[in-house]
């Protein structure tokens, strides 16, 4: 596509009634909130909905895209956010605990590691229950099946083109296996949101799905239409903030100066791991540049997805383009041509900091998340996901991209969504052994104690007392000695390998009892809400210390 616009100009015609634009003004023009009595741009159903199932807050028009973005819409607000922080914290912490006891058995596949966190937390949000991936450490079946979903979906939007390809593909995808592969995930959904509606409302924790739950009755809403919408906001809750974070991280390592300005901003800027939050992380300007950045070079969305011009026809960007033709912006090709961005295939987040050199950059045409009344829901979810991951990682590891991923992101395929494969990174542990581990948060001294290669019945009598001598330290004189400093919130666990975890070894969140092999201390009094440490506690150095 870029390729055509580079021969043609900002306007292409790629098919007898579809044109594609890459011009920042066309945004607004297509997407951009209706004035003066102007038709909005519809979007085909065609193309959003080509199995001609129920409609969901993506593919609905008019009207019902209206009520439903209505419903919708409290879930993600600033206020929603700000509850369900405690929620997303918990999965953070269980992901940074995954890679420091991954690290240690070779490269870790980051690009995996930040699906499993997505979709545990859409999960939660949306269902009240995670998909239980950062636990069990691999993907939920159901979650692969979803990949596999989303391919078989482009296929049927292309070939909803040629009606005579898209009637053969249908008699293909009626085949048995194809149907219990679909059967698979509308069942899995239904159950998992039948579950969430036996739960009724939940006031003190608002989701994503309550403002439809409120309405079934009213509305006569159907099951099959609320498990259409559930399943498009697990897709969408998802899918991006993995693909930003994997394409930013990858693009860090590739770059090594701007990964080492943003190593300094972060490490710079706290003085503990718990001071890394929702708030916090919007003070880092760089780190907030670099996420653009990487969404300019690697968007989510790199296609484009089509609008048909209202009756009598529209004007975008300067030309007059008729009634019932279709008009798209793609965004991989708008973000990489030399006319909105100089040096379009570089990293240089200095682009967004005012830098003279890019002052003539079309930053406006940069619009990963869409813009208007159809404009992503889940923006801020994804952009504050995205930044306190990041800055966690930076926080905990130093980092390299392995050999083997050296091309990671040249050699993907595009089936509306990337197709992509394990991005293997060497993660480093940034922090001394007391500064960071589970060591000094709640009793999880014995995590370290359980993970050592003796097994528990060989170890002696004075490594027990010596580890019981360290948490009363730890947890008492240290106090003392050194007061106001939070604990991490770590859960207890045992360290796994990297196959599958044991039911006996599977890690719970923060809040439960883990099946340890051994009874957890009362720490009732000690703690603040969510079951985790508030008391002061005994550390060695500063991250700031270690930046030299």
């Known amino acids: 596509m870029l390729d055509l616009h580079n021969q043609y100009g ?102 995996s590691w930040y699906n499993f966190t997505t979709f545990d937390i859409i999960g939660d949000l949306t269902f009240g229950e995670s998909f239980q991936c950062l636990e069990k450490s691999d993907y939920n079946p159901w979650v692969r099946n979803i ?10 939007q292309q070939c909803a083109h040629f009606p005579w390809l898209r009637k053969l593909l249908a008699n293909i995808l009626s085949s048995p296996v194809a149907r219990s592969q679909q059967s698979c ?105 670099c996420v653009d950045e990487g969404m300019r070079m690697y968007p989510p969305v790199p296609c484009g997805f089509p609008r048909i011009a209202p009756n009598e026809g529209a004007t975008v960007s300067g030309h007059f383009v008729p009634e019932d033709t279709l008009v798209a912006i793609h965004q991989w090709a708008t973000y990489h041509s030399e006319k909105n961005f100089k040096k379009p295939f570089e990293f240089h987040p200095e682009r967004f900091l005012g830098d003279p050199e890019f002052e003539l950059d079309r930053r406006d045409a940069l619009q990963p998340f869409h813009i208007g009344p159809r404009g992503c829901l889940g923006r801020n979810l994804a952009y504050v996901e995205m930044k306190v991951i990041l800055a966690r990682l930076i926080w ?63 170890m002696k009598f004075h490594h027990v007392l010596a580890l019981s001598f360290g948490v009363l330290f730890c947890d008492g004189i240290g106090a003392v000695v050194i007061p106001g400093l939070a604990a991490p919130k770590i859960s207890l666990t045992r360290p796994q390998s990297d196959v599958a975890a044991k039911p006996q070894d599977r890690v719970q969140l923060p809040d439960t009892q883990a099946d340890t092999g051994f009874v957890k201390p009362n720490t009732k009094a000690n703690t603040g809400s969510g079951g985790q440490f508030s008391k002061p506690f005994f550390r060695i150095g500063t991250p700031k210390q270690q930046t030299d």
């Open 185 to 289: 995930h509308r069942e899995s959904t239904r159950h998992k949101l039948l579950r969430r509606i036996e739960l009724g409302k939940n006031q003190e924790r608002p989701d994503l799905i309550e403002g439809l739950l409120e309405k079934k009755d009213e509305w006569n809403i159907s099951t099959s239409y609320l498990t259409k919408n559930a399943g498009v906001l697990i897709v969408a809750g998802s899918e991006s903030s993995a693909t930003g974070l994997s394409g930013i991280t990858y693009l860090l390592a590739k770059n090594p100066e701007p990964l080492r300005k943003l190593t300094e901003e972060v490490r710079s800027s706290f003085n503990s791991e718990e001071e890394i939050d929702f708030v916090a992380v919007n003070k880092l300007t760089y780190l907030m540049a």
């Open 147 to 156: 990949f596999a979903l989303v391919k078989v979906n482009c296929v049927m």
């Open 10 to 111: 900002d306007v292409v015609r790629v098919a007898p009634n579809e044109l594609a634009f890459f011009d920042e003004k066309t945004w607004k023009d297509i997407m951009g909130h209706r004035t003066q009595g102007r038709a909005e741009f519809a979007k085909p159903l065609f193309f959003y909905n080509p199995t001609n199932g129920p409609t969901n807050i993506v593919s609905s028009t008019g009207p019902e895209h209206a009520m439903l973005r209505r419903q919708l819409a409290p879930g993600f607000s600033e206020k929603s956010l700000r509850s369900q922080q405690p929620i997303i914290m918990r999965y953070i912490d269980l992901l940074m605990l995954r890679l420091h006891e991954r690290c240690k058995y070779g490269n870790v596949d980051l690009m």
């Open 396 to 458: 905990n590891f130093n980092f390299t991209l392995a050999p083997e991923s050296n091309q990671w992101m040249e050699s993907q395929k595009i089936y509306n969504l990337w197709e992509k494969g394990p991005m293997m990174f060497k993660l480093e542990p940034q922090l001394t052994l007391l500064q960071h581990s589970p060591l000094l948060s709640q009793f999880s001294i014995l995590h370290q104690f359980f993970s050592l290669d003796s097994t528990p019945d060989k």
